[in-house]
């Protein structure tokens, strides 16, 4: 097998479907199972049985996948080490972001690019306990977690924003119940810190009314006129006109949602990797963020 094989075998054991994998990876169909078949006849084994549900793994097949994922991540370790004795910064650098991050953060990497030119970089965007689980797992250089996560590794604070109300004008608190919410679809923290703030306020549930997809769509509802909603200040910026109430929690502390950059301590090793660090300390992420916004 070589490197393209320990692809297929990675994306097809996660996709159980030889359609995606096929798309995913640029091949026919045809081809793809082809290639399937080689493997097995390489190793006298059958990898994968296909049926009307999908496709399952064998025994034999499941340990190649094993050996496909700690082929990968060796030559991700070879790359990283052979980029590290250049003298000059160089190398892949791996990054995975949360979706709010994703749209404000092409003018870092840009500044990034512009003094290290023989930099490239591989980003993923995810929900943030995705991304966590991502850098715990050394499949990624750093992580841009929203959220406060239990870290032992390398962490830097980038972001600080409060919990807020939002409205298309201004509403009484008291009157919340009674109104139109408009939710969107969060990752599992901050969807946590709405339902306790919730619950430290209102005996009966929100009367929601529509719900999206993505935070700047709901914004957008907001902007109509077609109800309320909470949401961390930094979406909400963008929409200056909009009215803003900073919410607190049971002992009127304000609620604030962390944004953190995560990283493993022998990662930082990697001259990359500890040059975007420190590059990341000297910028100030918070203020280039509201910038944008």
Same mark, same amino acid.
């Not at 045809?30 to 296909?50: F, G």
């Not at 972001?97 to 995810?126: A, D």
């Given at each position: 097998?070589?490197?393209?094989?320990?692809?297929?075998?990675?994306?097809?054991?996660?996709?159980?479907?030889?359609?995606?994998?096929?798309?995913?990876?640029?091949?026919?169909?045809?081809?793809?199972?082809?290639?399937?078949?080689?493997?097995?006849?390489?190793?006298?084994?059958?990898?994968?049985?296909?049926?009307?549900?999908?496709?399952?793994?064998?025994?034999?097949?499941?340990?190649?996948?094993?050996?496909?994922?700690?082929?990968?991540?060796?030559?991700?370790?070879?790359?990283?080490?052979?980029?590290?004795?250049?003298?000059?910064?160089?190398? !892949?650098? #791996?990054?995975? @972001?949360?979706?709010?991050?994703?749209?404000? +953060?092409? =003018?870092? $990497?840009?500044?990034?690019?512009?003094?290290?030119?023989?930099?490239?970089?591989?980003?993923?965007?995810?929900?943030?306990?995705?991304?966590?689980?991502?850098?715990?797992?050394?499949?990624?250089?750093?992580?841009?977690?929203?959220?406060?996560?239990?870290?032992?590794?390398?962490?830097?604070?980038?972001?600080?924003?409060?919990?807020?109300?939002?409205?298309?004008?201004?509403?009484?608190?008291?009157?919340?119940?009674?109104?139109?919410?408009?939710?969107?679809?969060?990752?599992?923290?901050?969807?946590?810190?709405?339902?306790?703030?919730?619950?430290?306020?209102?005996?009966?549930?929100?009367?929601?009314?529509?719900?999206?997809?993505?935070?700047? !769509?709901? #914004?957008?509802? @907001?902007?109509?006129?077609?109800?309320?909603? +909470?949401? =961390?200040? $930094?979406?909400?910026?963008?929409?200056?006109?909009?009215?803003?109430?900073?919410?607190?929690?049971?002992?009127?502390?304000?609620?604030?949602?962390?944004?953190?950059?995560?990283?493993?301590?022998?990662?930082?090793?990697?001259?990359?990797?500890?040059?975007?660090?420190?590059?990341?300390?000297?910028?100030?992420?918070?203020?280039?963020?509201?910038?944008?916004?």
């Amino acid at each position: 097998m070589d490197k393209r094989d320990w692809q297929i075998l990675q994306k097809l054991y996660k996709e159980k479907n030889i359609t995606k994998v096929a798309e995913s990876l640029f091949m026919s169909q045809p081809a793809l199972t082809k290639r399937i078949q080689q493997i097995e006849a390489e190793y006298k084994v059958t990898i994968v049985h296909r049926s009307k549900k999908g496709i399952q793994f064998t025994p034999q097949g499941e340990y190649l996948v094993n050996y496909a994922d700690e082929m990968i991540k060796r030559d991700i370790e070879v790359q990283d080490h052979l980029a590290n004795m250049d003298e000059e910064i160089s190398g !892949t650098l #791996r990054l995975g @972001v949360s979706s709010f991050i994703t749209r404000k +953060i092409p =003018p870092v $990497l840009k500044e990034f690019k512009s003094r290290h030119p023989k930099v490239n970089f591989s980003l993923t965007s995810k929900w943030s306990s995705q991304i966590y689980n991502q850098v715990y797992n050394h499949e990624i250089h750093i992580g841009f977690v929203r959220g406060d996560y239990k870290w032992i590794g390398g962490k830097r604070l980038l972001l600080e924003e409060n919990l807020s109300l939002v409205s298309h004008s201004k509403v009484d608190l008291e009157d919340l119940p009674t109104l139109p919410r408009i939710d969107y679809i969060c990752d599992v923290k901050l969807q946590d810190m709405i339902d306790t703030w919730w619950s430290e306020n209102f005996s009966v549930p929100p009367k929601v009314g529509i719900k999206v997809d993505k935070t700047d !769509t709901c #914004r957008e509802m @907001v902007a109509h006129d077609l109800g309320y909603a +909470i949401m =961390p200040s $930094l979406v909400i910026k963008s929409k200056g006109d909009l009215y803003q109430l900073p919410l607190n929690d049971i002992d009127n502390n304000p609620i604030t949602r962390h944004t953190w950059m995560f990283y493993n301590q022998d990662d930082y090793n990697l001259k990359l990797v500890r040059t975007f660090i420190e590059f990341m300390d000297e910028i100030n992420f918070q203020d280039m963020i509201s910038k944008q916004s």
